[in-house]
């Protein structure tokens, strides 16, 4: 499965999207990017994934460039409690291991 | 509640005890998964079972047993562990037949080894 590269830490205001971005320039054609978010001291939670097109869903949407060569996690109104570690994974479809990164550390502050 | 129930929610163990963990999950899903988080690391990948059959095991060492007795149960037996071995364990199950694909974590297992 391709790697992925993501910031080390974002903070963001209350209230603001939070734009979580992904780097996964090794991304073949049948992987898909999934992202996962764990907040603190609990099991990771599944948000998203996606191919090519761009997908929304009631907890976030995501965002694939063209050349599928990154992309991006949009908290539309980040609250408190979306304060995590958010893990952008590329995996093929149906395979069975999830292997997570270090991730990206999201501080939402009021 | 995810769906996935691990039980206990923290352990403490000796080095000489034996102990086992448990997931439950009642989703239908058909594969299931142990993790292993220790402090400020990464989740790393233990186990993987896929219809009962063990399908990976990434160089884990044998004072960690796995064993799932069916599609919805799964266990972690642990004897002789090391202090190191102190962690967050997590199980997880998928099933890889749906549109999903997306994998259910339960609340993890807070080990500690003394």
């Known amino acids: 499965d391709a790697k992925t590269t993501q910031p080390t830490s974002m903070d963001c205001a209350e209230g603001r999207a939070a734009n979580l971005p992904c780097n996964h320039s090794?991304?073949?054609?049948?992987?898909?990017v999934y992202w996962y978010r764990q907040i603190h001291s609990q099991g990771p939670q599944y948000i998203i994934h996606?191919?090519?097109n761009n997908e929304t869903n009631e907890m976030a949407s995501l965002i694939i460039t063209e050349d599928r060569k990154s992309s991006t996690l949009i908290l539309p109104h980040a609250t408190l409690r979306d304060t995590a570690v958010y893990y952008c994974?590329?995996?093929?479809?149906?395979?069975?291991?999830?292997?997570f990164g270090a991730g990206t550390i999201l501080r939402v502050k009021s | 509640e995810t769906g996935v129930t691990q039980t206990p929610r923290h352990l403490v163990m000796g080095m000489t005890n034996k102990k086992s963990l448990k997931c439950e999950q009642h989703?239908?899903?058909?594969?299931m998964y142990w993790y292993k988080q220790s402090a400020k690391k990464p989740l790393e990948l233990m186990f993987v079972?896929?219809?009962?059959?063990?399908?990976e095991n990434n160089s884990v060492p044998s004072r960690f047993s796995p064993e799932c007795p069916n599609s919805s149960h799964l266990f972690l037996h642990l004897h002789t562990l090391q202090p190191e071995d102190s962690a967050l364990y997590l199980c997880?199950?998928?099933?890889?037949?749906?549109?999903?694909?997306?994998?259910?974590f339960g609340s993890g297992t807070r080990l500690t080894v003394v």
């Open positions: 997880a199950s998928s099933n890889d037949r749906t549109v999903n694909y997306g994998y259910t």
């Open positions: 090794t991304i073949s054609g049948n992987e898909y």
């Open positions: 996606g191919l090519k």
């Open positions: 994974i590329v995996r093929v479809r149906g395979g069975n291991k999830l292997v």
């Open positions: 989703l239908g899903h058909n594969a």
């Open positions: 079972y896929n219809f009962k059959e063990q399908t």
